[in-house]
């Protein structure tokens, strides 16, 4: 039996889809290796290699094969000096890889690091950073290493790069040993608890603890404990009280919701959209709102690079790179025009980006945008960097309209699946649109995309890469403005 940081840290967030992942993982549906977590795991590889230049007498055990490291760690604690990926398994199968243990000559016991590519540190079911590290200092002890202080080394979310790197002011050791005493007995108890369970073949039960919880909290291992539960429920629409009065009567469907049952106006209208089957078109208000939209209309679209480690001067960690946009501009006589811009290298990235931006978006017209949130934020953030261009992006927020409005409450269909995010709303619209063809497919596709570009030497690669960037970008600012000419003719 085998029990890793990680896994100890699902068990945490839920047993149930914890068992399953481990004991049927042919039944698990949340175990893909998507793009987005590969992203998320080299992060976490590139912020331990920039803290690990602060230990630089430190050893890495790098080895294949968990008998083989363990081994060499025995080997490395011998020297009582820096050990990174430290690695120990105890008999009942606990097994950690410490990403900094330094002996500490004081105190004669061993300080544990643990490094996060966060900003700050999390205590929330998800990712809880205490118990992660507590986990560790546990399994090291029953290990027979006596532990000393352990830290938290995370990003200084104030640090504002300026030149080279400096490290000392980039992270923060946070010393979270008191912290650790105090969910000490808790997490004994749970990992007691998660052994116990992995000696159960079957679980014997109908249905997990997140029935009666709305549908956001729900994880992908709901359907295999709930099978009685349609993908598109009750849950979706209601929570609390009325959400289990339904299901403790066996009501999981919306369809199955009876007439008189007591709901607000926009429950009602999401109920009665799953009942007829057929889409709820406001067109009164839609009309209403596309009304003030002023002309010529400019559809924008940005890409972005996200990176733990500021890459660039005037950027905090974690902030984001807008490499790319889309812009099509259709004018009130049905002209359109697309204008793009793909940066092609790191450090003028966003300058070329901001003068294009400038040069193809007048004074006049909306700014129409899909999850306003976005757009704004990374406009706030270019203002910032471009003191010259601060204005110009002012007026631009102030300018914008996020054409999802109008699919949270005037045009809802029940293929949407109660959703207002265009990958759903795309495909029911505009079929022939797809992103299913390109090679680049989404968001994710696309920062990785454009960090080969950067990289790339063969000139016809490059090419293609450009292209492919292009294309994708291109097809998200198409399909808004498909999207607008649609709702625009009903
Ligand atoms: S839906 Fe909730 S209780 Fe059920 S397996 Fe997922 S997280 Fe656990």
Same mark, same amino acid.
């Given at each position: ?131 992660? +590290? ?17 830290? +938290? ?149 940005y890409?972005t ?7 660039l001067?005037g950027y905090n960690?974690n902030q984001q790179i807008v ?5 099509? +501009? ?20 966003t300058?070329?980006l901001v ?19 976005f757009e704004k934020g990374r406009n706030d953030e270019l203002g910032k960097l471009h003191?010259?261009f601060k204005?110009?992006f002012?007026?631009?927020n ?93």
């Amino acid at each position: 039996m085998k029990l890793t940081k990680t896994e100890f840290k699902k068990y945490l967030i839920c047993p149930e889809s914890f068992w399953l992942e481990k004991k049927k993982p042919e039944e698990f549906k949340g175990g893909e290796m998507t793009d987005f977590l590969k992203k998320l795991i080299q992060d976490g590889y590139d912020v331990e290699e920039k803290v690990r230049e602060l230990f630089p007498s430190g050893v890495l055990i790098d080895e294949i094969g968990d008998d083989v490291l363990v081994k060499k760690t025995q080997e490395a604690l011998k020297n009582k000096g820096i050990i990174f990926q430290a690695t120990f398994k105890t008999e009942e199968g606990l097994f950690v890889m410490v990403d900094i243990l330094k002996f500490n000559d004081e105190t004669q016991k061993w300080d544990l690091y643990e490094v996060k590519s966060s900003s700050e540190i999390k205590t929330d079911l998800a990712h809880n950073h205490i118990k992660d +590290i507590c986990f560790q200092k546990i399994t090291l002890e029953r290990a027979s290493i006596e532990v000393g202080n352990s830290y +938290i080394v995370h990003l200084n979310r104030d640090y504002v790069r300026k030149g080279d790197l400096d490290l000392s002011k980039l992270f923060i050791f946070a010393e979270v040993s008191e912290q650790i005493n105090e969910v000490y007995p808790e997490v004994s108890f749970h990992i007691e608890k998660a052994l116990d369970l992995l000696k159960e073949d079957d679980l014997k039960i109908t249905s997990c603890s997140c029935l009666y919880k709305s549908a956001g909290q729900r994880c992908d291992s709901f359907s295999y404990f709930n099978p009685q539960v349609p993908e598109y429920s009750t849950a979706h629409i209601l929570r609390g009280k009325k959400l289990m009065e339904l299901i403790d009567n066996n009501i999981f469907d919306p369809k199955d919701i009876p007439d008189d049952f007591k709901l607000t106006d926009p429950q009602r209208l999401k109920v009665n959209l799953q009942k007829i089957g057929v889409e709820q078109i406001n067109i009164e208000n839609i009309r209403d709102t596309l009304s003030d939209l002023q002309y010529p209309l400019y559809f924008l679209d940005y890409e972005t690079l996200l990176k733990p480690i500021p890459q660039l001067d005037g950027y905090n960690p974690n902030q984001q790179i807008v490499f790319q946009y889309s812009l099509h +501009i259709l004018e009130k006589d049905g002209k359109l025009k697309h204008f793009e811009y793909l940066a092609d290298d790191l450090e003028t990235s966003t300058e070329g980006l901001v003068e294009s931006l400038k040069q193809n978006i007048g004074n006049i017209g909306t700014v129409i945008v899909w999850h306003q949130t976005f757009e704004k934020g990374r406009n706030d953030e270019l203002g910032k960097l471009h003191p010259k261009f601060k204005g110009f992006f002012e007026d631009i927020n102030r300018r914008i309209f996020d054409l999802k409005i109008i699919f949270q409450k005037d045009y809802l269909d029940p293929r949407f699946y109660g959703s207002a995010s265009i990958k759903k709303v795309l495909p029911v619209l505009i079929p022939e649109l797809s992103y299913k063809d390109l090679d680049v497919q989404d968001g994710t596709m696309a920062m990785s995309a454009w960090e080969e570009l950067l990289g790339e030497k063969d000139v016809n690669r490059k090419k293609k890469i450009r292209e492919n960037l292009l294309k994708y970008c291109e097809l998200d600012t198409e399909a808004m403005l498909k999207i607008f000419e649609l709702i625009r003719e009903l």
